[in-house]
C-alpha cells in the first residue's frame, strides 16, 4: 500500500470544527496572474464529504466488509480505483462493483439535502466575470458530477468539466488535473487548482500548477494541505482575499 494511503487509512477523523480556523496564509500569486481556475467539486463547492464517508461505509458494510464513516473520511477525495483497494478489495471485481454502485445509489439520495460551501457560487461568478476558464477536476463520474453542481448552485457558470471519464487514474495521480489543464487552454504558471484535500494538492504539484487549498472540506489540518500556495476557509474566504473591499 502506498504510505501517503496508509496514512490516510488510519488518520483520526477531525471535523473543521474540531480545530482552531488560521489566518489565510499569504497568497504567492494574484489574481491578475491567473488565466484559469481548475475546481474540485466535494468539500470544495458542496458540503459532502461526510455524506460520501457515511455512504461508503454502509455500502460496504452491507457487503460484508466491516468499515464505519470515520476509517472512510480521509480517503474522500481519491477515486474508488484508490480507495476500493485500501479496503481490500479488487477495483475490477464483481464484489467492488457491487459496492459502487450501491454507495452511489446511497449518495444520490442525500444529495438532495447537501448545502453548497459558504461563497461558492458568488466565488465561481466572480471568477466568470473577470474572464478566467473555469474547469472541474473531480473524481466523481461525469453523471455525479452533474448532480453534485446543480445542488451546488454552479452548474450554469462551469461549461467545462472533466471527471473520472476522462483518466485512467484518480487524485492524488495528476490525470484529472492534466485533462483539465488542457481543457483551459492556459499555460500552467497562469492555472491555479483549488481543492480541499491533500489529493487535491498532490495532483496539482504533479500536473506542474499551484494549488490553492480550502478548509470547509474538514478533517484535514492545515500542516496536511502545506504544498498548496494558499489555505483559506472556504471559497467565500478566497473571494474576500482575492476581491478585498
Given at each position: 500500500m502506498n504510505r501517503a494511503f496508509a496514512r490516510a487509512a488510519t488518520s483520526p477523523s477531525v471535523r473543521a470544527t474540531d480545530r482552531p480556523l488560521h489566518a489565510s496564509r499569504r497568497m504567492a500569486l494574484?489574481?491578475?496572474?491567473?488565466?484559469?481556475?481548475?475546481?474540485?467539486?466535494?468539500?470544495?463547492?458542496?458540503?459532502?464529504?461526510?455524506?460520501?464517508?457515511?455512504?461508503?461505509?454502509?455500502?460496504?458494510?452491507?457487503?460484508?466488509?466491516a468499515r464505519n464513516a470515520a476509517q472512510i473520511r480521509p480517503l474522500v477525495g481519491m477515486g474508488s480505483d484508490k480507495l476500493l483497494p485500501i479496503v481490500g478489495l479488487e477495483e475490477a471485481s464483481a464484489p467492488a462493483r457491487a459496492v459502487v454502485e450501491r454507495k452511489k445509489a446511497l449518495f444520490a439520495e442525500r444529495l438532495p439535502c447537501l448545502q453548497p460551501t459558504p461563497g461558492a457560487r458568488a466565488l465561481v461568478a466572480h471568477l466568470r466575470d473577470q474572464q478566467k476558464a473555469i474547469v472541474i477536476a473531480t473524481s466523481a463520474g461525469d453523471d455525479e458530477m452533474d448532480a453534485l453542481l446543480q445542488q451546488a448552485g454552479v452548474a450554469d457558470l462551469i461549461p467545462k468539466r472533466t471527471s473520472s471519464d476522462d483518466a485512467d487514474r484518480s487524485k492524488p495521480d495528476p490525470d484529472i488535473v492534466i485533462?483539465?489543464?488542457?481543457?483551459?487552454?492556459?499555460?500552467?504558471?497562469?492555472?491555479?487548482?483549488?481543492?480541499?484535500?491533500?489529493?487535491?494538492?498532490?495532483?496539482?504539484?504533479?500536473?506542474?500548477?499551484?494549488?490553492?487549498?480550502?478548509?470547509?472540506?474538514?478533517?484535514?489540518?492545515?500542516?496536511?494541505?502545506?504544498?498548496?500556495?494558499?489555505?483559506?476557509?472556504?471559497?467565500?474566504?478566497?473571494?474576500?482575499?482575492?476581491?478585498?473591499?
Amino acid at each position: 500500500m502506498n504510505r501517503a494511503f496508509a496514512r490516510a487509512a488510519t488518520s483520526p477523523s477531525v471535523r473543521a470544527t474540531d480545530r482552531p480556523l488560521h489566518a489565510s496564509r499569504r497568497m504567492a500569486l494574484s489574481l491578475s496572474d491567473l488565466s484559469a481556475v481548475i475546481f474540485d467539486v466535494d468539500g470544495t463547492l458542496i458540503d459532502s464529504n461526510a455524506a460520501h464517508a457515511e455512504t461508503w461505509a454502509s455500502a460496504l458494510s452491507e457487503h460484508g466488509i466491516a468499515r464505519n464513516a470515520a476509517q472512510i473520511r480521509p480517503l474522500v477525495g481519491m477515486g474508488s480505483d484508490k480507495l476500493l483497494p485500501i479496503v481490500g478489495l479488487e477495483e475490477a471485481s464483481a464484489p467492488a462493483r457491487a459496492v459502487v454502485e450501491r454507495k452511489k445509489a446511497l449518495f444520490a439520495e442525500r444529495l438532495p439535502c447537501l448545502q453548497p460551501t459558504p461563497g461558492a457560487r458568488a466565488l465561481v461568478a466572480h471568477l466568470r466575470d473577470q474572464q478566467k476558464a473555469i474547469v472541474i477536476a473531480t473524481s466523481a463520474g461525469d453523471d455525479e458530477m452533474d448532480a453534485l453542481l446543480q445542488q451546488a448552485g454552479v452548474a450554469d457558470l462551469i461549461p467545462k468539466r472533466t471527471s473520472s471519464d476522462d483518466a485512467d487514474r484518480s487524485k492524488p495521480d495528476p490525470d484529472i488535473v492534466i485533462a483539465a489543464l488542457h481543457r483551459t487552454g492556459a499555460a500552467p504558471d497562469r492555472t491555479v487548482m483549488i481543492g480541499d484535500t491533500p489529493y487535491d494538492v498532490e495532483a496539482a504539484r504533479r500536473a506542474g500548477i499551484r494549488a490553492v487549498a480550502l478548509r470547509c472540506g474538514g478533517h484535514w489540518f492545515d500542516t496536511d494541505l502545506k504544498g498548496a500556495v494558499h489555505i483559506a476557509d472556504d471559497p467565500a474566504g478566497l473571494l474576500a482575499y482575492w476581491q478585498p473591499r
